[in-house]
């Protein structure tokens, strides 16, 4: 029973915790990014994962995160056994939630400035708008 509440405790701890990010906070991060070096973008969260040409000549960079969130099954029932009832439960597997997806653009002028920045997905957030 023990673990159990230890479990339970975990698990709501790192629910309160994940309450912090949020679209808003992505927002603000990102838009401190305009006017910016794409160097210093790239220095602090590496290498894009591609790149393409706008049609005005600019560089799109591409950064894409993608997660599939699955949490462990957990049961509780109670049962006849040999020797008399008895109640219990287990782990079978995992549960998938939601598959979760950002991709971000950052177009970036001829020197190098970020110019403007565009995302898509169902989950672009951040916890801290200034990291």
């Known amino acids: 029973m023990k673990y159990i509440s230890s479990l339970i405790m975990t698990f709501f701890a790192l629910l309160a915790l994940s309450g912090c990010a949020s679209h808003e906070n992505f927002v603000k991060k ?3 990014w305009i006017g910016k070096d794409i160097n210093i973008f790239i220095d602090k969260y590496g ?4 790149s393409f040409e706008a049609p005005n ?4 960079y591409v950064y894409e995160e993608e997660k599939i969130e699955s949490y462990p099954e957990i049961g509780f029932g109670w049962g ?3 020797y008399g009832n008895r109640v219990g439960w287990g782990m079978g597997g995992y549960h998938t939630v939601t598959q979760k997806t950002c991709k971000l653009f950052l177009e970036v002028s001829r020197n190098n400035k970020i110019v403007k920045w565009n995302s898509r997905g169902n989950s672009c957030i951040a916890s801290d708008p200034t990291s």
């Open 30 to 32: 990102y838009n401190g």
């Open 80 to 82: 006849l056994g040999n």
């Open 47 to 50: 290498y894009p994962d591609s």
């Open 57 to 60: 000549g600019n560089t799109v």
